[in-house]
């Protein structure tokens, strides 16, 4: 099991952006596919974007396209999220997620979840 810590959530007004990062704690990094998911009050949990392991593939959610960007670190063993224009349609509980030797395309299948961090868009 690989522990995810999420971090670089907060308030932003729209047309701002913010980079959340997700810490994981585990020796083989480089060999989890990483994802971003959100989950809004009242909504079921969303998938937003993914960067796969070794050649660091990307897929996005349509909502997402051109405005975030996904990038890892594997030298820290770190994934981030980049979140440019943002829209008060974005504020959700925004959660970390790997998955061994996963691919970015779905269907995914991340097992190990991180605690989420609160981004809040004000219009």
């Known amino acids: 099991q690989v522990q995810l810590v999420e971090s670089g959530g907060g308030l932003v007004q729209a047309g701002g952006s913010l980079r959340l990062s997700c810490a994981a704690s585990?020796?083989?990094?480089?060999?989890?596919?990483m994802g971003w998911f959100r989950q809004a009050p009242g909504k079921e949990r969303e998938f937003v974007a993914a960067?796969?392991?070794?050649?660091?593939?990307?897929h996005y959610a349509d909502s997402v396209k051109g405005r975030f960007t996904i990038s890892r670190d594997n030298a820290k063993n770190t994934v981030y999220l980049q979140m440019n224009s943002l829209k008060p349609e974005d504020t959700a509980v925004y959660y970390c997620?790997?998955?061994?030797?996963?691919?970015?395309?779905?269907?995914?299948?991340?097992?190990?979840w991180g605690q989420g961090t609160q981004v809040t868009v004000s219009s």
């Open positions: 960067i796969s392991w070794g050649a660091g593939n990307t």
């Open positions: 585990v020796r083989t990094f480089s060999t989890y596919t």
């Open positions: 997620a790997a998955d061994r030797w996963g691919i970015a395309t779905p269907p995914h299948d991340f097992g190990s």
